[in-house]
Each structure stands twice: as structure tokens, then as C-alpha cells.
């Protein structure tokens, strides 16, 4: 940021979390919209719903071949920007419970940082890891 007076500085920081704020809950909004026929699923079923679909969002942003993609296309384009395709972010929570599902949740190493994310993240949602 540049050298502003404090004042200054202290509102566009709070001017950039507003900002950020409103992205998140308005991304949020959009991964959580379903069909109507979700709301008379049990609370586990939309969390598997979720899961998977926070799973698939990562997958076509985060797979190599789409990133291959993604850079074949800012060849074509011609210009030396990066592509940003995702913001993981937006379903951290349930790519952690899949992240803690596929570990068995006992076998969590919060010495990865990975991990270390599962285990921070799990423990604000309030679930047990072994």
C-alpha cells in the first residue's frame, strides 16, 4: 500500500476488507445456490452435495490439464497476464472435511501445512479430529 497518513491508510484498509467481505458472501452465494428439491435433504446430504461440489470447482481449476488450458489460452491471447480461475477460498471448509474424511481424521499431521489448515479449519466448524 502506498505511504499515506494513518488515517488515511486505516480507511482503505477498511475499505479493502469491506471489499473483500462482499466477495466472499457474494462467490458463497453463488456455490451454495441448489435446486429447489435440496432443501428437503437432511443437513449430511447438502454437506455431501457440497462437498462434492466444492471438490469439482477445485478439480477444474486446480488439475493439470486445466491449467495446461488455461495457459494455452493466455498464449493465444497473446499477453503475459495470469489467468486466475478460482477462488478455493470461497469452499475451504468443505474441502478441509474432505481433506479430513480422506485421512481417516486420525491420522492428521498438523506438521503439514495442508494439514495444519485442515486441523485450524476443523476445529472452528467443531469437529473432532482424533
Do not use: C
Request: zero cysteines; charged letters at 30%.
Amino acid at each position: 500500500m502506498p505511504k499515506y497518513q494513518s488515517r488515511k491508510q486505516g480507511e482503505l484498509k477498511e475499505k479493502l476488507k469491506h471489499s473483500y467481505s462482499a466477495m466472499k458472501k457474494e462467490f458463497r452465494q453463488i456455490f451454495e445456490k441448489m435446486d429447489s428439491d435440496f432443501e428437503l435433504l437432511s443437513d449430511d446430504e447438502k454437506n455431501i452435495l457440497y462437498e462434492r461440489k466444492a471438490s469439482a470447482w477445485y478439480q477444474v481449476t486446480y488439475h493439470p490439464e486445466w491449467v495446461k488450458k488455461s495457459l494455452a489460452l493466455r498464449e493465444l491471447d497473446g499477453t503475459d497476464q495470469i489467468v486466475l480461475l478460482s477462488f478455493a477460498w470461497i469452499t475451504a471448509d468443505y474441502l478441509a472435511r474432505l481433506k479430513i474424511r480422506g485421512q481417516g481424521m486420525e491420522n492428521v499431521n498438523s506438521g503439514k501445512p495442508v494439514n495444519s489448515l485442515v486441523k485450524y479449519l476443523a476445529d472452528r466448524m467443531n469437529m473432532t479430529i482424533i
